[in-house]
């Protein structure tokens, strides 16, 4: 299928990748299929593509590359909807902001967007004030990089 996206114009993709959403990401109502579209080899960010709302795409990365040492507890409900059993079958990643010059962007470690892996459903989680909605990403600039 053909999908015109925010950052790269038309794009073909395979409907095996698309990502559904178990409830609403909030302030975007009608977007509730998206895909993940790689920036490029070796860049750790992704385009976050809605297939519903093409004027909806967030720039995600994913956090533990920014912080070893993020970790929080998915509730029981956000495990049962997406129908997760095991870590193994988890994809975490966060919302950027980019800022110039570019070591001032920053990343949501407060609310990270959590996916099944194999049956690709996703939620938004917001957690506690353990983490911030803003995290300088400094010079993250290659897959593990720091």
């Not at 053909?2 to 109502?29: H, L, N, R």
């Not at 990365?61 to 998915?74: A, K, R, S």
């Not at 070591?103 to 690709?120: C, D, G, H, I, W």
């Not at 939620?123 to 993250?140: C, F, P, V, W």
Request: glycine share 6%; hydrophobic share 40%.
């Amino acid at each position: 299928m053909q999908i015109t996206t925010d950052f790269f114009g038309p794009v073909q993709v395979d409907e095996s990748e698309i990502i559904t959403f178990a409830s609403e990401v909030p302030g975007f109502p009608e977007a509730r299929r998206f895909i993940l579209l790689p920036f490029g080899e070796g860049v750790p960010f992704w385009s976050f593509q809605s297939i519903d709302q093409q004027e909806c795409a967030f720039v995600v990365t994913n956090p533990f590359w920014i912080d070893p040492d993020y970790v929080f507890e998915l509730p029981e409900s956000a495990k049962e909807q997406l129908g997760i059993q095991e870590t193994a079958q988890v994809a975490v990643y966060t919302t950027v902001t980019l800022r110039e010059p570019f070591q001032e962007s920053t990343t949501n470690l407060r609310a990270p967007f959590v996916m099944e892996t194999k049956r690709r459903q996703a939620k938004q989680i917001i957690l506690d004030e353990t983490y911030a909605n803003r995290r300088m990403i400094g010079s993250l600039t290659e897959v593990g990089g720091r």
